[in-house]
């Protein structure tokens, strides 16, 4: 049985890649409830939209293929492109079934439409605004996709170092006193 949901399946599979022989079944079992979490519900920081946003701006139609190799570093060696396109549909399909007008797509394209007129002094607010928002067909996917894989990312990084802390335990670490 597996630890998400049917739908995120070869999410999974990427994740069992990222974690092998580093945690155990309890440290994987808590992995996944908070993977779980925030699939259902994420969730970002002001700060963390607000570097998205500028990465994606400034990066422009680099973007899309930023995305794809951040993908691919971290798929196994024995995925094939077939498999690369098969998750991003899967990340699109997600995104755009579960997090398009939640709220959070909302509060990126916000980050997005200020960063363009940060960066694009002579544009009035209203083609800003048109340019971020007519482009939903690249740019805030990729910003959510971002947002999805970074929060991934770092939560496998952080379980990882927690099951090597546990490994350690029962060593101290002795401080001579200098006489």
Known sequence: MGHLAKKHQFLEHLINFQIEEHLNYEQKKALYCSLN??????????????????????MGVDYEAYVSVLIFKMLPDEFTKGNLVQLEDEFYTYIEKELHGKGLDKRITQKLIDQIAKQN???????????????????????????????????????KLEANRGKKKGRKIRIKKMT
Do not use: C
């Open 37 to 58: 979490a925030f699939l259902k519900v994420p969730e970002a920081s002001d700060y963390t939209l607000e570097s998205i946003a500028t990465r994606i701006i400034k």
């Open 121 to 159: 002094p002579q544009l009035d607010k209203r083609m800003a605004e048109k340019k971020a928002l007519g482009n939903w067909g690249w740019l805030l996917p990729h910003a959510l996709t971002q947002l999805v894989l970074d929060y991934i990312i770092s939560t496998i990084d952080d379980a």
